[in-house]
């Protein structure tokens, strides 16, 4: 038998960071939202033990060895219930990869659901939430989905009522961004000022359970998006064709290098997409809509 598990992209429409703590980590407001493209994640047992395979977009790139984060998430779930990893986790990757969508995150989650499915271990949702926090920061939402705040480092997250779809465009840059390289050069471009503490915005909160698109395109943010550009510049010419192109808000997605665009409708969205596939500056254009729901056995 073999079980498998569809998981989301994420959005950011607040990414507030405050100053490194001690850790290294930083303190986030930070708003997910949980949007239609997918990674799905396939667990089979394993006469050999552990295995990862993957294909689609960028496959190339995913470690196929213990760092990848489904490995790891069989591996945490294995060992909290006492038996080997024996799980083939086949990746159909369709989320971009170092591309601030949490691609990795949405593998990790989908492993774990797909893992406790598989070997009946009947874990509770809060055993699942603890494991994905100690995976990542963007796990745990990965396994929730639909549109949460989360705090700390990204992990502890409030559940968010949305009144209605957004839709939204994303167009993938020619190559990727190192999470930690954007912390890294956000503290930088920090060093001569007082970082604030990040506070969830009441306005975007709002935005949010109205189901309001402009509403929610005037209070969108994103505290890494400088640093994200200083990294790569050409990002800039990408987020000026959306907006030249009617976007409501172009913003960087989460560490970047993918951006987002929200559009007034699906008509809208279509329309930008088409400009930006044309504009020569991305690699690829995607439509989707959210909030979705989180990690689901299909």
């Not at 990542?136 to 949460?148: E, I, K, M, R, T």
């Not at 997409?273 to 500056?281: I, K, N, P, Q, Y």
Request: charged share 20%; proline share 6%.
């Amino acid at each position: 038998m073999s079980v498998t598990v569809r998981v989301p992209a994420k959005v950011n429409v607040q990414l507030a960071v405050g100053a490194a703590r001690p850790d290294g980590f930083h303190e986030l407001a930070n708003v997910f939202l949980a949007v239609g493209l997918y990674d799905e994640v396939t667990a089979t047992p394993s006469p050999d033990g552990l295995r990862i395979t993957c294909e689609g977009p960028d496959a190339a790139q995913v470690p196929l060895d213990r760092t990848n984060l489904a490995a790891r998430a069989a591996v945490a779930l294995a060992e909290r219930y006492g038996r080997t990893p024996d799980v083939h986790l086949h990746i159909a990757k369709d989320i971009p990869v170092a591309g601030g969508m949490a691609g990795g995150s949405a593998d990790g989650a989908g492993a774990l659901l797909a893992c406790d499915a598989l070997w009946g271990t009947g874990a509770s949702r809060e055993e699942l939430l603890g494991i994905c926090a100690e995976l990542g920061s963007d796990v745990p939402f990965s396994l929730v989905g639909g549109a949460a705040l989360g705090t700390g480092r990204g992990e502890k997250l409030t559940e968010l009522d949305v009144g209605g779809a957004f839709h939204w465009v994303f167009a993938m840059a020619t190559r990727g961004l190192s999470t930690p390289a954007v912390f890294r050069e956000f503290d930088r471009l920090a060093e001569a000022r007082e970082v604030p503490e990040p506070v969830a915005s009441q306005e975007l909160l709002g935005a949010l359970a109205k189901g309001d698109a402009e509403a929610l395109a005037a209070t969108v943010s994103n505290d890494l998006q400088p640093a994200a550009l200083s990294l790569f510049p050409e990002l800039a010419d990408t987020l000026a064709v959306g907006r030249a192109a009617g976007a409501l808000v172009s913003l960087v997605s989460g560490s970047g290098p993918t951006t987002a665009f929200l559009a007034r409708d699906a008509e809208a969205a279509e329309a930008l997409a088409a400009a930006l596939r044309t504009s020569g500056t991305c690699r690829d254009v995607r439509t989707a809509s959210g909030p979705v729901p989180g990690a689901t056995v299909v």
